[in-house]
């Protein structure tokens, strides 16, 4: 019997192919439109802070100012009211968002009659411009024509000025943000309950869980990728917001409601310092990469396997 | 009364009519197994009993109480599901524990009946996994684990082995023949293999589209069917049925390409009928080989012809497709691991074992 | 005298002659241009659209008109007249951007057109011009840049300009048996009376931001108070600010309510609504108020001057037009602004519905207009410097002094300190700029 082992030789490595290329090209197409799309403006934000530039002027004759921008942005009080007011916003918003979307989800979750139509006039305010937003809501809270000082003074109590004073104007667009952004979290969520076993909730009313147990120890938990990204998503949103605040308030009274990325637009287009607000850009983004990377690190939702 | 009663339930949704009032009672460490095809309405009555579907009219006793309405948790029950349904996010430990935790039981009881149940179920080392990282067979026995931990009145069981594979599940089905004698309390188990109903119940009820079409232990079952449908549904491979004629000399019944007498069990049954038209049934493994050693035939084994299409080897015994008279059938034949392929010829039934049954209402003829 | 009017007929027909020998009319070279013009959509500005078409039936030269929200204009016109070669050909401005448009040399001076004999129409009489107005929006490079002076410069000549003057409810006023006030210390007095009586008195603005300041600076000029002194020391915190902005929370406390969060059009609305007695700000509030669609109060409103604190001195703003250094037609766009600003075409302004810069139109359309004679008599004493023009201006406005007066009227803190913080703000950002290098430079030597 001839020995056919020797006459075999396996190759050192695996022969050259397209498919080993494959994936890399592939992803080429998308790699390039993030990098021109998203990285690119980033470093174009911060090559900008590094220039006193005026619209108007050539760009070439801008002054390189280096880390001047920056310096003058953290001893500047403006900035730091300016974040605070946006913490205290997300704060207030999200966590009012989350507790409301979660728990209307957990209410309209069952198909009872009624619950569907009820589901969609309840996403409507999702579908509304941020802009018409602004605008409708800039008319209810109007002092001297808005309809909530109108039903106020039916029952009784005088008019405020609430988009002219510092805390009910925070409470304004708390208010308003609210009212957009709910929805948000509540399809997110019921979309996220309706994909749960049955068996799995079934057997935790076999194991004796009550009401709130049932929803605390098991539904929850078992959403909990879906309400991490909720709140990821909301989060960075609420360093981004801008358009509601810009029509409600302008930032206003005083800087009461001026959110990190209004006090931006107003530095670069109202006061016309480009530099200057593109170096509370950068801060922006390093501010947001922080609070995401500190929720991702909570547990990333991407990573994880697909739940059993 | 102890162990657990249905009576005159009944469940229908909306206008659909699934379960039609029905009768069942089960006795206090008794292993009821509920066998029927999908859709039988077996799944429905085990989640009634649960408390996860409510009844539509009827009354449910667990432990001789009336549990018609309380929820599940009063029921004094666990359950294992098919699909498992354990928390995703709780390790093997917390999933066993949660109900014991919820109940607020010390914590070191806690420790002491998680560490006892893993024990018996060889998870010990696999406490404090998730169970995404565990095994299908793992799960299984985690889902166990957390119904044995309660120590519960009763346990019911959805179907919980459907999702092993073959050699798992035969294990799995020792175990708990295993564990049901040491834990000696009521289980209702509901699965739509007879297998499973034959070798771990202590009593099988069949059930298709929602009536109980027979309850007894699984000998009962086997041997004396009580129609077509049962007949058919237990053993395999199942029951071969064929139209015959029912001869009141001899008496005999004949058909296409076979003759058999009676035995005295069933010439009993026919006495004083007129020849008419039946069905007989004849499960494959009481066909025989025809002897080769020229000894003398027992009494009760009469001559058939089967012109053989196809024979399996098994081992031990040959699976035959075969006909008679034109008429598909299989036939199980034990002839010993040596024997050359069965090929076409006389074999032989033993007519001890032929079944009955009425041509029009399927019932059987004892 | 027989002769008479043959000697007329001869003399027209000798200019007539004259006239053909050398061009038909000046236009003529220009016949079949096409001009862009970017200006704000505003009243005055749609009114005019009627007297361009006038323009180009009469001229030939055709006229392209691109009409923005005012608050996006300047971005617009500073992007097209940045590039090598522009789009516009004329361009309106608001007059505080002025400044930082010629000292980006974004602009032709004037004085390249008025040397020209074949473009300028010697009727045209600049003179006749209200004079706070021109200086105002057309004047830049005098006095601190951005007033007249012998080094100032022309660059553009005001069109929708104004000034303020006060408008009441002369139905309100005589049930209250109160008189149009005409110093500070007697409208204090009324506003104070008709609080008293339930009426909210004085409408402003009093948004955050620009808007806020601007309803201060409007009582600051006639109060004696200035942002800057000569030297460019901020002096927003001198008696005379601090008394503005006392007024200012006087006006927020007694007037209708949400001034807080009004901009110009939430202001004007409330006087036009009939939920304020008076308004003191831009002229424009007149031809508001006999617009139906606008106003519930026409014929109820009086006008008067400007009330006086220890000066009289009434703002001055609204736009000018000027051409952009890289328009493509220049002596066309020329000829049109001359069209639309002289005598006739003021006049036609009126008719339209617009808003007159000329003396002579203001005197000769008092009947219709209640408002002219005020105007007239106010436009003397318009202060052109009743608010910096500098480029810093904008951060000034919005950033130091919109903050401090917003907390002026929305709170009951002490208002010295207030001003006090916005002084020193606005010291730093005016350090920052370089503006204190020549003091500095003397205190060394």
């Known amino acids: 019997m001839p020995d056919t082992t020797e006459t075999i030789v396996p190759a050192a490595e695996r022969p050259w192919d397209l498919s080993m290329v494959g994936p890399y090209l592939f992803i080429l197409p998308a790699v390039t439109v993030m990098l021109a799309g998203l990285v690119y403006p980033v470093i174009q934000a911060f090559y900008l802070s590094l220039y006193d530039w005026k619209i108007g002027t050539d760009f070439g004759d801008a002054p390189y100012v280096g880390t001047r921008h920056f310096i003058r942005m953290l001893g500047d009080e403006n900035v730091w009211e300016s974040i605070w007011v946006t913490l205290r916003f997300g704060f207030w918003t999200i966590s009012i968002e989350m507790f409301l979307g979660v728990s209307l989800a957990l209410l309209l979750e069952k198909p009872i009659r009624g619950a569907s139509v009820f589901r969609t006039i309840f996403i409507l305010p999702l579908m509304v411009s941020p802009v018409v937003v602004g605008l409708i809501w800039r008319y209810l809270f109007d002092a001297r024509i808005g309809w909530i000082n109108y039903y106020l003074g039916q029952i009784g109590i005088e008019p405020r000025v609430w988009l002219g004073d510092a805390s009910l104007a925070f409470f304004a667009i708390v208010f308003t943000d609210i009212w957009q952004w709910t929805p948000f979290i509540f399809i997110i969520v019921i979309a996220g309950l309706q994909a749960l076993p049955s068996e799995v909730l079934e057997a935790s009313k076999i194991d004796g869980a009550n009401w709130w147990q049932h929803i605390l120890f098991v539904k929850l938990p078992m959403i909990r990728s879906i309400l991490l990204i909720a709140l990821l998503m909301r989060l960075i949103d609420v360093f981004r917001a801008l358009e509601v605040m810009y029509i409600l308030t302008g930032g206003g009274p005083g800087r009461a409601t001026e959110l990190l990325s209004l006090h931006i637009y107003n530095r670069a287009f109202d006061t016309q310092q480009l530099g200057y607000a593109s170096a509370i850009s950068v801060l922006l983004i390093v501010i947001v990469f922080l609070l995401s990377f500190a929720i991702l690190k909570m547990g990333n939702p991407m990573s994880e396997k697909a739940d059993i | 009364m102890s162990g657990v009663q249905l009576v005159d339930v009944t469940k229908s949704f909306g206008a659909v009519n699934v379960i039609p009032p029905l009768n069942l009672s089960f006795a206090e460490g008794e292993f009821v197994v509920i066998v029927g095809p999908s859709g039988c309405g077996k799944s429905t009555t085990l989640r009634m009993i649960a408390g996860l579907e409510p009844v539509t009219s009827g009354a449910i006793q667990i432990a001789g109480k009336d549990v018609t309405w309380a929820r599940p948790k009063e029921r004094d029950i666990a359950m294992v599901f098919q699909s498992y349904a354990l928390y995703p996010h709780m390790d093997v430990a917390g999933n066993m524990s949660f109900a014991l935790r919820l109940a607020g039981t010390p914590k070191d009881e806690v420790r002491r009946r998680v560490h006892a149940a893993a024990e018996m179920l060889e998870l010990t080392e696999y406490l404090e996994r998730r169970p995404k990282d565990l095994s299908g067979g793992q799960r299984q026995r985690v889902a166990m684990g957390r119904a044995i931990v309660r120590d519960a009145y009763c346990f019911l069981f959805d179907e919980p082995l459907s999702n092993l594979d073959a050699k798992l599940r035969a294990t799995m089905r020792t175990e708990l023949a295993i564990l049901h004698r040491k834990l000696d309390r009521t289980m209702v188990y509901v699965t739509h293999d007879q297998i499973e109903a034959m070798t771990m119940a202590d009593r099988i009820v069949i059930m298709e589209k929602g009536h109980v079409q027979q309850v007894g232990t699984p000998r009962e079952v086997y041997n004396s069917p009580r129609n077509l449908f049962v007949a058919g549904f237990i053993g395999s491979p199942s029951m071969n049925f064929l139209d015959a004629e029912l001869r009141a000399d001899g008496p005999r019944v004949t058909g296409q390409g076979f003759d058999l007498p009676l035995p005295p069990r069933l010439r009993e049954a026919v006495d004083g009928h007129r020849s008419r038209q039946v069905i007989v049934g004849l499960r494959p493994e009481h066909f025989a080989a025809p002897r080769t050693d020229g000894g003398t035939e027992a009494s009760s084994l009469a001559p058939v012809d089967l012109g053989v299409k196809v024979a399996e080897y098994i081992g031990s015994s040959q699976f035959l497709a075969a006909d008679i008279g034109g008429r598909q059938i299989s036939a199980a034949i034990e002839v010993g691991p040596d024997s050359a392929p069965l090929t076409s010829g006389t074999y032989l039934f033993d007519t001890n074992r032929i079944y009955l049954f009425d041509e029009t209402t399927g019932d059987a003829i004892t | ?445």
């Not at chain 3, 070669?85 to 040399?105: A, H, I, R």
Request: charged share 20%; net charge negative.
């Open chain 3, 1 to 445: 005298m027989s002769s008479g009017p043959v000697n007329i007929t001869a003399a027209s027909v000798a200019a007539i002659l004259i006239a053909t020998a050398s061009l038909a009319n000046p236009y003529e070279k220009y016949e079949g241009t096409t001009i862009v013009v970017s200006w704000p959509a505003l009243s005055h500005f749609s009114a005019a659209e009627t007297l361009v078409e006038e323009f180009t039936e009469e001229t030939g030269i055709e006229v392209e008109i691109d009409a923005l929200q005012y608050l996006k204009l300047r971005d617009r016109q500073i992007l097209e007249m940045s590039k090598p070669e522009g789009e516009y050909d004329v361009v309106s401005w608001v007059v505080m951007w002025k400044g930082e448009y010629v000292s980006k040399g974004l602009l032709t001076p004037l004085s390249q057109f008025f040397t020209s004999g074949s473009l300028v129409d010697p009727h045209y009489d600049i003179d006749d011009i209200a004079d706070a107005y021109l200086q105002n929006g057309g004047v830049v490079g005098g006095a601190k840049g951005y007033l007249p002076g012998v080094s100032g410069a022309l660059y553009g000549i005001p069109f929708g300009a104004e000034t303020s003057i006060l408008a009441y409810r002369k139905d309100i006023f005589e049930e209250y048996g109160i008189e149009a006030p005409t110093t500070y210390d007697e409208l204090t007095a009324a506003m104070t009376k008709l609080y008293d009586a339930g009426v909210p008195a004085l409408t402003s603005r009093g948004k955050t931001g620009h808007q806020v300041t601007a309803g201060w600076l409007l009582h600051l000029a006639p109060m004696g108070g200035r942002i800057f002194d000569d030297e460019w020391n901020p002096v927003v915190n001198s008696p005379e600010a601090v008394k503005a902005a006392e007024f200012m929370r006087h006006v927020a406390r007694t007037g209708p309510v949400g001034i807080e969060t009004f901009g110009f059009g939430e202001s004007a609305a409330a006087f036009l609504q009939g939920d304020a007695a008076m308004h003191l700000d831009t002229l424009k509030i007149a031809a508001m108020s006999r617009n139906p669609s606008l106003s519930k109060v026409d014929g109820n409103v009086g006008y008067a001057l400007h009330p006086e604190g220890n000066r009289c001195g009434s703002e001055t703003g609204g736009f000018a037009m000027g051409i952009p250094a890289n328009a493509p037609n220049r002596e066309a766009a020329f000829l049109f602004i001359q069209y639309m600003t002289n005598k006739a075409g003021d006049q036609r302004m009126v008719e339209l519905g617009g808003d007159p810069i000329r003396i002579s139109t203001l005197q000769n359309n008092t009947e219709g207009f209640d408002e002219y004679p005020v105007v007239a008599a106010q436009l003397p004493c318009a202060d052109p410097d009743w608010r910096p023009l500098i480029p810093e201006w904008n951060e000034i406005n919005i950033d130091v002094l919109g903050q401090a007066l917003t907390q002026v009227i929305t709170t009951d803190d002490p208002i010295q300190p207030i001003m006090d913080k916005a002084n020193e703000q606005l010291r730093e950002i005016m350090e920052r700029e370089g503006y204190y290098t020549w003091a500095s430079y003397r205190d060394a030597r």
